[in-house]
C-alpha cells in the first residue's frame, strides 16, 4: 500500500515515508491513497492528475468564497 501526496516543498527523491513523520503534515496539500490490492479504483485510473487537481481547488477555494460571497451580496 502507498500514497500519493501534494506537498508544498519541492520532492527530494528521498521516499520520505508518511507514516513514519518524516513529511509534516503542515507541509501537505493533499493525498490520495493507492491501495493493494485496490478496493477502490477510479474509473479514470488517474491517482496523480487526482491529487493534483485536490491540491489547485484546495488553494483555489478562498478565491472562490470570496466571490461567492460578493455575488450574493448583489
Do not use: H
Not at 10 to 16: H, L, M, Q, W
Not at 26 to 38: G, I, Y
Amino acid at each position: 500500500m502507498g500514497a500519493l501526496a501534494v506537498s508544498t516543498r519541492p520532492d527530494t527523491g528521498r521516499s520520505e515515508s508518511m507514516r513514519s513523520g518524516e513529511w509534516r503534515g503542515e507541509e501537505m496539500v493533499a493525498a490520495c491513497l493507492v491501495q493493494a490490492s485496490p478496493y477502490v479504483v477510479p474509473a479514470d485510473d488517474r491517482f496523480e492528475e487526482n491529487a493534483v487537481l485536490i491540491a489547485a481547488v484546495r488553494n483555489a477555494l478562498p478565491e472562490l468564497i470570496r466571490l461567492a460571497r460578493l455575488g450574493l451580496k448583489a
